[in-house]
T-cell receptor, first 114, second 112 residues
């Protein structure tokens, strides 16, 4: 089955710890994205990557870091500098070209930091 | 100018009724307008999308109406069913690396 995998589904961390969220896709998509979703709000873009070894900051990149060493993988690290890290994190991917905008989402990781 | 404003925040509809969710935007450079459906604890799923060269697009019970001059677009769900109960997000993009700007979401509840 083709799709986007995010793991784990639930993640708990203590304040001050860095944590890395996994995102893998086997759709052969070029672009990948990380969003943050808070209750009652839309999705806000953290980082995105259109090709391997290249990525750009989204609207709320502060306190987050990413890497794109492989086409299939786009891990997100939530650092201790992120002031309010508890949220639902969503990874998405899309093709480039004419259908570039059709983003497909993974199941999400709910991160709780106490 | 990058915002997409969505209304209402929540909506209750009787089974068989029509659900209507509205979105408005300011940036005239936006050229792609998708709608996503999200069930609790799941990732959003692309439902239907439209480009500004057409005024309406229909897929089954779901229709997008697009008014370019008013900079508004809406989702109509005909014959709404309890299984349609979910949160719906509109979004817009202006070809900047595929970035999508999302509305705040509408929580739809269809009562049997």
């Amino acid at each position: 089955d083709g799709g986007i995998t995010q793991s784990p589904k639930y993640l708990f961390r203590k304040e001050g710890q860095n944590v890395t969220l996994s995102c893998e896709q086997n759709l052969n998509h070029d672009a990948m994205y990380w969003y943050r979703q808070d209750p009652g709000q839309g999705l806000r873009l953290i980082y995105y990557s259109q090709i391997v070894n290249d990525f750009q900051k989204g609207d709320i990149a502060e306190g987050y870091s990413v890497s794109r060493e492989k086409k299939e993988s786009f891990p997100l690290t939530v650092t201790s500098a992120q002031k309010n890290p508890t949220a639902f994190y969503l990874c998405a991917s899309s093709k480039a070209g004419a259908t570039r905008y059709e983003q497909y989402f993974g199941p999400g990781t709910r991160l709780t930091v106490t | 100018q990058q915002q997409v404003k969505q209304s209402p925040q929540s909506l209750i509809v009787q089974k068989g009724g029509i659900s209507i969710i509205n979105c408005a935007y300011e940036n005239t450079a936006f050229d792609y307008f998708p709608w996503y459906q999200q069930f609790p604890g799941k990732g959003p799923a692309l439902l239907i999308a439209i480009r500004p060269d057409v005024s309406e697009k229909k897929e089954g019970r779901f229709t997008i109406s697009f008014n370019k001059s008013a900079k508004q677009f809406s989702l109509h769900i005909m014959d709404s069913q309890p299984g349609d109960s979910a949160t719906y997000f509109c979004a817009a993009s202006n070809n900047q690396g595929g970035k999508l700007i999302f509305g705040q979401g509408t929580e739809l509840s269809v009562k049997p």
